[in-house]
């Protein structure tokens, strides 16, 4: 691992000399554009998953409270109550979203003026996300993922612009392919559909909603005391916060993913030249602002 | 796409049960909203193979029984033949499910 980093770093320096100065004004503004924009869908995503599970869960368990178990198989019963919510299945996309903060952290990082400590612990969280992901592991093995982050460090810590415009388009040349796998990912399972097909998220989030709400209507209209119906009404909040994650944000989330996508090409494409393309930028910053306006009011209410 | 008629039929199958006063029809209706909650399960669990004839076969059944659920939604006289096409929607994707060994 220590000569596959001391070959990179070579490599890295021996380029340096055709880099020229550091960073464009032009450069550093797209680049801090798209790292906040990463760092906001990719925080977002990873928060919503942590809340769709637990509410999940909540739902899951308020079904059985009111109908009991289902005779159907594979549907919640009370040894799995987090059936469809799974830590196996959650997990994976936490990860995948967690990733693309992490990206977003570690170039901010770079671009902006850092300190060694924050770049240090921006680019560890980084390959710890990707070396997790099996979109990644199929493209990059462990030990490049740890000689990068090496490299990262070593010339991201210093403090001259010509080599933190270094590490900086190495991080965009090695990880940009990885991100638009990441952001495949988060595009199909969060999908509203039409197209692509609704995902397994939204799908999921439909399935548990709707049991829901029928258990809770059944409930509600065989109450014939006060008690009985606000009982049932608190419930019915519970659906209704559950709908609302699910109309609101899976559509959101996918759509951030895809500007996120076209911007990640466009950056993958231009990045080198002293005047990148801002184009698709404008679409991701947007997207990301409507998603995390989107999730104050819900995460508000 | 199989995902996207199951998920339609539920939502259908939803508001039919909001609906109807008939609890005979209600109570078929709550019966049938379970089973294709178990199978939009199994097809989230699993990615299904959309060359199957089953799969197929399973997302046009599940159209037709959508197409006549807006029609009952509009008309609850219509709700029994809405019935009688969910079920062979219904069965039709348990064909699936048991051909790719899920159930």
Same mark, same amino acid.
């Given at each position: 691992?220590?000569?596959?980093?001391? $070959?990179?770093?070579?490599?890295?320096?021996?380029?340096?000399?055709?880099?020229?100065?550091?960073?464009?004004?032009?450069?550093?503004?797209?680049?801090?554009?798209?790292?906040?924009?990463?760092?906001?869908?990719?925080?977002?995503?990873?928060?919503?998953?942590?809340?769709?599970?637990?509410?999940?869960?909540?739902?899951?368990?308020?079904?059985?409270?009111?109908?009991?178990?289902?005779?159907?198989?594979?549907?919640?019963?009370?040894?799995?109550?987090?059936?469809?919510?799974?830590?196996?299945?959650?997990?994976?996309?936490?990860?995948?979203?967690?990733?693309?903060?992490?990206?977003?952290?570690?170039?901010?990082?770079?671009?902006?003026?850092?300190?060694?400590?924050?770049?240090?612990? $921006?680019?560890?969280?980084?390959?710890?996300?990707?070396?997790?992901?099996?979109?990644?592991?199929?493209?990059?093995?462990?030990?490049?993922? %740890?000689?990068?982050?090496?490299?990262?460090?070593?010339?991201?810590?210093?403090?001259?612009?010509?080599?933190?415009?270094?590490?900086?388009?190495?991080?965009? %040349?090695?990880?940009?392919?990885?991100?638009?796998?990441?952001?495949?990912?988060?595009?199909?399972?969060?999908?509203?559909?039409?197209?692509?097909?609704?995902?397994?998220?939204?799908?999921?989030?439909?399935?548990?909603?709707?049991?829901?709400?029928?258990?809770?209507?059944?409930?509600?209209?065989?109450?014939?005391?006060?008690?009985?119906?606000?009982?049932?009404?608190?419930?019915?909040?519970?659906?209704?916060?559950?709908?609302?994650?699910?109309?609101?944000?899976?559509?959101?989330?996918?759509?951030?993913?895809?500007? #996120?996508?076209?911007?990640?090409?466009?950056? #993958?494409?231009?990045?080198?030249?002293?005047?990148?393309? #801002?184009?698709?930028?404008?679409?991701?910053?947007?997207?990301?602002?409507?998603?995390?306006?989107?999730?104050?009011?819900?995460?508000?209410? | 796409?199989?995902?996207?008629?199951?998920?339609?039929?539920?939502?259908?199958? @939803?508001?039919?049960? +909001?609906? @109807?006063?008939?609890?005979?029809?209600?109570?078929?209706?709550?019966?049938?909203?379970?089973?294709?909650?178990?199978?939009?399960?199994?097809?989230?669990?699993?990615?299904?193979?959309?060359?199957?004839?089953?799969?197929?076969?399973?997302?046009?059944?599940?159209?037709?029984?959508?197409?006549?659920?807006?029609?009952?939604? +509009?008309?609850?006289?219509?709700?029994?033949? @809405?019935? @009688?096409?969910?079920?062979?929607?219904?069965?039709?994707?348990?064909?699936?499910?048991?051909?790719?060994?899920?159930?």
């Amino acid at each position: 691992m220590k000569r596959t980093a001391l $070959a990179l770093g070579a490599a890295c320096l021996l380029t340096a000399a055709s880099l020229g100065c550091g960073l464009t004004a032009r450069q550093k503004l797209v680049l801090a554009d798209f790292s906040k924009s990463a760092a906001t869908v990719g925080e977002a995503t990873s928060g919503e998953l942590k809340t769709f599970r637990e509410k999940g869960i909540q739902a899951n368990t308020q079904v059985i409270v009111l109908k009991g178990e289902s005779p159907i198989p594979g549907l919640p019963q009370l040894g799995s109550l987090d059936r469809g919510y799974e830590l196996s299945r959650v997990q994976p996309v936490i990860r995948a979203a967690d990733a693309l903060a992490a990206y977003g952290q570690t170039m901010a990082a770079l671009v902006n003026d850092t300190q060694t400590s924050d770049i240090k612990k $921006a680019s560890t969280d980084l390959m710890q996300s990707l070396g997790q992901l099996p979109e990644v592991k199929a493209h990059l093995a462990a030990e490049q993922l %740890d000689a990068f982050g090496t490299v990262i460090q070593e010339i991201g810590g210093i403090w001259v612009e010509r080599k933190r415009k270094q590490a900086v388009l190495m991080l965009v %040349d090695r990880f940009g392919p990885a991100v638009d796998r990441l952001c495949d990912r988060l595009i199909q399972d969060f999908s509203a559909g039409p197209t692509p097909a609704k995902g397994w998220v939204y799908l999921q989030l439909q399935l548990t909603t709707e049991r829901l709400e029928v258990a809770v209507y059944d409930q509600f209209t065989a109450s014939a005391t006060y008690r009985d119906r606000q009982l049932a009404l608190d419930t019915y909040l519970l659906t209704n916060d559950l709908r609302a994650h699910r109309d609101e944000v899976c559509a959101r989330i996918s759509e951030a993913a895809a500007a #996120m996508k076209r911007a990640n090409a466009s950056l #993958m494409r231009t990045i080198h030249e002293d005047q990148p393309s #801002m184009e698709e930028l404008k679409e991701l910053s947007e997207r990301a602002g409507t998603l995390q306006s989107a999730l104050v009011i819900l995460r508000h209410k | 796409m199989l995902g996207d008629q199951l998920s339609d039929a539920l939502t259908n199958i @939803t508001q039919l049960i +909001l609906k @109807t006063k008939d609890p005979a029809k209600r109570k078929r209706l709550m019966e049938q909203h379970e089973q294709l909650a178990g199978e939009l399960q199994i097809l989230v669990d699993k990615m299904v193979d959309q060359a199957l004839p089953e799969y197929v076969a399973a997302t046009a059944a599940l159209e037709e029984a959508n197409l006549q659920a807006e029609v009952a939604k +509009l008309d609850l006289d219509k709700l029994a033949a @809405t019935i @009688t096409s969910m079920a062979k929607a219904i069965d039709q994707v348990m064909l699936l499910a048991a051909k790719i060994s899920l159930v």
